[in-house]
C-alpha cells in the first residue's frame, strides 16, 4: 500500500514537472487536476478495498464459529393463568461474572392494542441443539415495546456460559435466532417475523449490541438494569 502510495505521488510531480517543459497551447491546467485528482481516488479505492477485505475475513470468522455463538440462543415459552405466551427468543450474556438470560420485556408482559396479558409467571427455555428445558427466575422487566425500553432479565444457575457484548455499534449486523425462526440473517434485509422478539443483534465479532423488540433495545440499557441488581 505504501508503496502504491509513493509511485502515485512521484508520478503525478513526473507529470507537472513535464508539463512545464511543454508550451501553453499542448498542455491546459486542468489536465494537471484531472491527473492528480485521478491518482487520489486510485488511492481512496484501494483503501477501500482493504476495508472490505477485513470486513469479509471478520464475516467468515463470525460464520465459523456461528455454532457456538447459537448454543447461547435459547427458544422460550411463557404462561400464567389466563394467558399462554406465544414462541420468542431469548439469549444469555455473561455480566459481572454471573450468567443471564435476556429476552424482550413484551415476551414477558404483553399491554398494547387493547391486549394486557399480565406479567407471565410461568417460564421455560432451551437453548438450540439441546432438548433440555430450562426454568428460570424473573428478575426485572421494561415492556415499553415503543420506545426502546422493552427487555427483560431472568437468571438460572444451570445457564454457565452467555454471549460476549458492546455498546459500540458497527454495521452490518445480523439477527441471531433459535431453532424453530431463522437461524442466523442479516438485520434490516426483512422484517421481523413472529417469535424473533428477544433475539440478539450481533455484529462481524459476534458481539451483543441490542436486542430485537419493536423499536429495538440497547444492550448498555440491561446492563444498567442488572447493575442495579446487585
Keep these: 500500500m505504501k508503496k502504491l502510495l509513493i509511485i502515485l505521488i ?5 507529470s507537472i514537472g513535464c508539463t512545464k517543459q511543454l508550451t501553453a497551447n499542448t498542455t491546459p491546467a486542468t489536465v494537471i487536476v484531472t491527473e492528480t485528482v485521478t491518482s487520489i481516488v486510485t488511492i481512496e479505492d484501494t483503501q477501500r478495498i482493504d476495508e472490505l477485505e477485513a470486513e469479509l475475513k471478520q464475516y467468515q470468522s463470525l460464520i465459523s464459529s456461528l455454532n457456538d455463538l447459537l448454543k ?3 427458544k422460550g415459552n411463557a404462561k400464567n393463568s389466563n ?4 414462541e420468542f427468543t431469548a439469549f444469555s450474556i455473561e455480566f459481572r461474572d454471573k450468567v443471564y438470560l435476556i429476552t424482550a420485556g413484551h415476551c414477558v408482559h ?7 396479558t399480565g406479567v407471565f409467571t410461568e417460564f421455560k427455555f432451551k437453548a438450540n441443539f439441546t ?6 427466575k424473573l428478575l426485572d422487566y421494561e415492556n415499553d415495546y415503543s420506545s426502546g425500553r422493552d427487555y427483560a432479565i431472568l437468571y438460572s444457575d444451570k445457564i454457565t456460559e452467555g454471549l460476549d457484548f458492546t455498546i459500540t455499534h458497527s ?3 445480523y439477527i441471531l435466532g433459535n431453532e424453530n425462526n431463522n437461524i442466523f440473517k442479516e438485520f434490516g434485509k426483512s422484517e421481523l417475523i413472529d417469535g424473533e422478539s428477544g433475539s440478539p443483534i450481533i455484529n462481524l465479532k459476534g458481539q451483543v449490541i441490542e436486542i430485537a423488540t419493536g423499536s429495538l433495545t440497547n444492550i448498555a ?3 444498567e438494569a442488572i447493575k442495579t441488581l446487585e
Excluded: K, Q
Excluded at 404483553?110 to 394486557?116: E, H, L, Q, R
Design 10 to 14: 512521484l508520478l503525478s510531480i513526473f
Design 72 to 74: 447461547n440462543v435459547y
Design 83 to 86: 394467558w399462554t405466551a406465544e
Design 110 to 116: 404483553y399491554n398494547y392494542a387493547g391486549t394486557d
Design 131 to 136: 432438548d433440555e428445558w430450562i426454568y428460570p
Design 171 to 173: 454495521y452490518p449486523n
Design 221 to 223: 440499557l440491561v446492563l
